[in-house]
């Protein structure tokens, strides 16, 4: 027997295949991949006020990676891991406006959007923690991490035609999709992301890049990385682009809206550029930016500026609840057989 | 012809199966293709017979995307020379989707690509790089053969979700495609052999393989070229030797080769690509460690000369794998 004759699928429906698409439309509620249960707790319950519900996400992500760290300095995890914080105003804003039927592909950053989108703490921190009952059962580990609707690759650039490839199996079958990459300014260097972005617009297909750029492609400053400009290289594909400086949710939530419903609207790819900042080094133990520079982008954080919405009361309980649920995932995924 | 039959086959598994997007470079009508296999395919099938930019890692990431939203892309790279510029898709993301999500997706993408020279096309549009691909994990690579038809090789393909490297080699083009029939390709005995999970091999002889005292394993056009001189070895020199011509260059079926070489106890191979590093020193790897006692002299791997390809024909020659060192070699290898 061929070791090929062994790769089957185990009657798994490719998650944007050509029925699955055919999907009615809601807003994202998320299903977690597997059947796993979603805790109210770390993602909302449908009736709690937007605001509550954008915060608790992003207190969810927040929490998940301080958390995930942790478990790092206990020497529990391997390998390495790109932690989201500060970032998550980008996934909680721009992933609620997605539906079933869409899809995102993420990078080596892909936790925040992971949960944002599956709500999947369990089966994330039991992957990073190689175990068998991690969402990919320990082998794709941080990085490389897929769910109904999700994949994420850590090697950038060449996850962008495959995102432009979803898209055009949503055009191609007419299921009225989005297809969404998240990228980074770091991938602004990879030359694959230009002949996507071109024929992403020559072909009008629905995709949605999302760049979050927090000015450093690992250690490099985007000063030292970047000619010209962001916008303008996206626009002069023909692709329309929104830039935000914010790390404002509600923001990135709105302008998030105007994209995708252009997208659904005319089929053609939209880009949103959003300048953020990463709160913590890009993996592990391995950032040299000033001091300065991150304690003042700490007072824009997005988790402050979200919170300010909120009574002290709700955030409080907002806050206890995650850390509960949390600390259950936590306990959970400890005593889990390797 | 191996351009019609090939041609017709893709418009054959584009009408039968409504999951086939088939994309590349100036494949559309009315030009057709570099090579003319995607000739007519635009005008029957247009929704699903894409012409691309000239972007090779895009279009073949966008086929990754296309096969694990449940279709079956086939891309077509317009030389095998190209392939380089989508090795990042082949090996970091195609290959990988599946057993990194540990089977949640498949990513059945076939890439097919005209490879070889002998045409005179010089260093970048002549090569045999499939060699590069070989021990990716995960990835089939398969070669277009004078004795396998086209349509049974893609509809065995499409039945299967590995992914694809198909390269066909330009001088096959023109040649026709005659599978064994009735035990006999043409004036010689030839049948086909497979195991579970490969493509078939097809073994040619031109008497009984018992009475051969040497097995040659060729693919693509050097398979050809192994069977005009094998024909001529048998009937100028009462030379015998069997030549096993494998559609699935890897992972390799070895079990075809294994019993034709426990009965000639001896072993050529012969393959374009550059030497070292090879097709021919993994099979020789594989026979000598199954073989070893058996074996009656040391196995010979024959493959072009490791150095660019020259455009000039004279120079050509005398870099890639010819008639003439096939004959000496094969002579040496049955006595």
Redesign the interface.
């Known amino acids: 027997m061929s070791e090929h004759s062994t790769i089957r699928p185990s009657g798994f429906v490719p998650a944007a295949s050509v029925n699955a698409l055919r999907r009615p439309v809601a807003h994202h509620e998320p299903a977690s991949s597997e059947g796993r249960r979603v805790d109210p707790r770390l993602m909302g319950r449908p009736d709690e006020a937007k605001d509550e519900r954008l915060y608790r996400r992003m207190r969810f992500i927040r929490r998940f990676e301080e958390r995930l760290l942790g478990l790092f300095e206990e020497g529990l995890l391997n390998g390495t891991t790109h932690a989201c914080i500060g970032q998550e105003a980008d996934c909680v804003g721009v992933i609620g406006l997605l539906r079933p039927g869409d899809h995102i592909f993420s990078n080596h950053r892909c936790h925040g959007h992971y949960l944002a989108w599956t709500g999947d703490a369990l089966g994330l921190l039991a992957e990073i923690m190689g175990k068998s009952a991690g969402v990919c059962s320990g082998i794709g580990g941080s990085q490389h991490l897929c769910a109904e609707g999700f994949k994420s690759n850590g090697v950038l650039g060449g996850t962008v035609p495959a995102a432009a490839g979803i898209a055009l199996a949503m055009k191609l079958s007419k299921s009225g999709g989005i297809s969404t990459a998240f990228i980074g300014d770091g991938t602004f260097g990879e030359g694959v992301l230009y002949e996507t972005l071109n024929i992403a617009s020559l072909w009008r297909l629905p995709l949605l890049i999302v760049v979050e750029n927090n000015g450093y492609a690992q250690s490099t400053p985007i000063a030292s990385n970047l000619a010209g400009d962001m916008t303008a290289r996206l626009e002069a594909f023909g692709i329309g682009v929104s830039h935000l400086d914010s790390t404002d949710v509600r923001e990135i939530e709105a302008e998030g809206m105007k994209l995708v419903s252009a997208i659904r609207e005319s089929s053609a790819p939209r880009a949103l550029v959003i300048d953020t900042y990463r709160l913590c080094h890009h993996s592990k133990s391995d950032d040299n930016r000033p001091e300065k520079e991150i304690a003042e982008r700490w007072q824009q954080e997005p988790l402050g500026i979200q919170a300010a919405r909120l009574s002290d009361t709700d955030r409080l309980r907002i806050d206890h609840e995650v850390e509960t649920a949390i600390d259950e995932v936590v306990e959970t995924a400890r005593a889990l057989p390797a | 012809m191996m351009v019609r039959r090939l041609n017709a086959a893709l418009e054959e598994v584009l009408r039968e199966d409504p999951?086939v997007?088939i994309l590349g470079e100036d494949i559309a009508d009315p030009y057709g293709g570099a090579f003319k296999v995607t000739r007519g395919l635009s005008s029957a099938v247009p929704?699903?017979v894409?012409t691309?930019?000239v972007?090779e890692?895009?279009?073949?990431?966008?086929?990754?995307?296309?096969?694990?939203?449940?279709?079956r892309?086939i891309v077509e790279v317009m030389f095998a020379d190209f392939l380089t510029l989508a090795f990042?898709?082949v090996v970091?993301?195609i290959t990988?989707?599946?057993?990194?999500?540990?089977?949640?997706?498949?990513c059945p993408v076939i890439i097919r690509s005209p490879s070889g020279g002998h045409r005179g096309y010089g260093p970048t549009h002549s090569q045999s790089p499939e060699k590069h691909f070989l021990g990716v994990p995960?990835l089939?690579v398969v070669a277009s053969s004078p004795y396998h038809d086209p349509l049974v090789t893609y509809r065995a393909l499409l039945r299967?979700?590995?992914p694809v490297l198909f390269v066909e080699h330009k001088l096959l083009y023109a040649e026709p495609v005659v599978a064994p029939e009735d035990g006999r390709i043409g004036e010689a005995l030839g049948r086909e052999e497979s195991?579970?999970?490969?493509l078939p091999t097809v073994g040619i002889s031109w008497v009984p393989p018992e009475d051969c005292t040497v097995t040659v394993v060729a693919y693509g056009y050097s398979a050809l070229l192994a069977a005009r001189v094998l024909e001529r070895l048998a009937i100028d020199e009462e030379i015998f030797g069997e030549l096993l011509v494998p559609a699935q260059i890897a992972?390799m079926?070895l079990a075809p080769i294994e019993a034709s070489l426990s009965r000639t106890q001896s072993l050529l191979t012969i393959e374009e690509g550059v030497t070292g590093w090879s097709w021919g020193t993994e099979i020789a790897q594989q026979m000598a460690r199954r073989q070893f006692g058996r074996l009656r002299r040391p196995i010979d791997v024959l493959a072009s000369a490791s150095a660019v390809i020259p455009s000039s024909r004279e120079l050509e020659q005398r870099v890639l794998v010819g008639a003439p060192e096939m004959r000496s070699r094969i002579r040496e290898a049955a006595r």
């Open positions: 999951r997007v929704e699903r894409l691309t930019p972007s890692g895009a279009i073949v990431g966008l086929a990754a995307g296309l096969a694990m939203s449940g279709y892309p990042d898709q970091n993301h990988k989707y599946p057993a990194m999500y540990d089977r949640k997706v498949t995960n089939l299967r979700d590995d195991s579970t999970g490969y992972p079926d």
